[in-house]
């Protein structure tokens, strides 16, 4: 008789503990998602204000191709071209 009760109490600790546990994990999952949300609106609201008041316009960064040694130098010696010719129409 001693054993079922001493049972039971031990059911009833491990539902009221793995209930508080998960209400916990609840919590914190409402705060990350309430911080989120947060973060959201404040860029939203900056991004507002940079377009509306300022007169600017926002862009997103994202990620780019990495150029590969032959397309650096081929663009360097692009630029150095156009230079060059810009150069010249302002002199001549």
Same mark, same amino acid.
């Given at each position: 008789?001693?054993?079922r009760?001493?049972?039971?109490?031990?059911?009833?600790f491990?539902?009221?503990?793995?209930?508080?546990?998960?209400?916990?994990? +609840?919590?914190?999952?409402?705060? +990350?998602?309430?911080?989120? =949300?947060? @973060? &959201?609106?404040? &860029?939203?609201? +900056?991004?507002?204000?940079?377009?509306?008041? *300022?007169? *600017?316009?926002?862009?997103? &960064?994202?990620? +780019?191709? *990495? *150029?590969?040694?032959? =397309?650096?130098? @081929?663009?360097?010696?692009?630029?150095?071209?156009?230079?060059?010719?810009? =150069?010249?129409?302002?002199?001549?």
């Open positions: 008789m001693a054993d009760d001493l049972q039971e109490r031990q059911q009833t491990k539902l009221l503990t793995t209930s508080s546990a998960a209400m916990k994990i +609840v919590r914190a999952q409402a705060r +990350v998602q309430e911080k989120s =949300n947060m @973060k &959201r609106a404040l &860029r939203s609201t +900056v991004c507002r204000i940079a377009k509306k008041d *300022l007169d *600017l316009k926002t862009f997103r &960064r994202c990620e +780019v191709q *990495l *150029l590969s040694d032959s =397309n650096i130098h @081929k663009r360097l010696a692009a630029r150095k071209q156009l230079k060059e010719t810009f =150069n010249k129409t302002e002199t001549g």
